[in-house]
């Protein structure tokens, strides 16, 4: 019986088409309360924790952890970061590995995509500290 029940739920919800960029609400459905592991070409790339409200927290790998906000515009995804004037906007897409992600209107620019995901915070790194 439970099986039936998730066949139907299933059918009655629509999938993520990987060639359609997410909603807002998608992504923040699919992101909120996580912390993402990201890659490119290959290589490890940085860290984002998704938070209430909209907020993030984002590191390079090895680096210091940057505050900030997402919003949408339109069919993309955009990041305000404190401390930085620029937002970042991106176009996010779902298929069977996890979240991709390409520059919003750079069609040269690498994909980056989810390597792994957790549910633990971000372990952020302190400041430099000097002798």
């Not at 970061?81 to 590995?97: A, L, N, S, T, V």
Request: negative net charge; charged residues 25%.
């Amino acid at each position: 019986m439970r099986s039936a029940i998730v066949a139907i739920l299933m059918l009655a919800t629509p999938a993520l088409a990987a060639d359609r960029p997410m909603t807002g609400a998608e992504f923040d459905a699919y992101t909120k309360g996580k912390t993402l592991f990201y890659g490119t070409n290959g290589l490890d790339y940085g860290i984002e924790e998704y938070l209430d409200g909209r907020r993030v927290r984002w590191s390079f790998l090895g680096d210091e952890c940057v505050k900030g906000i997402w919003y949408e515009r339109g069919a993309d995804i955009c990041f305000r970061y404190d401390g930085r004037i620029e937002e970042q906007c991106w176009q996010f897409f779902m298929d069977e590995d996890g979240l991709t992600a390409r520059v919003a209107g750079d069609t040269g620019s690498p994909t980056v995509y989810e390597i792994r995901q957790s549910p633990e915070p971000m372990q952020c790194l302190g400041p430099p500290t000097g002798v």
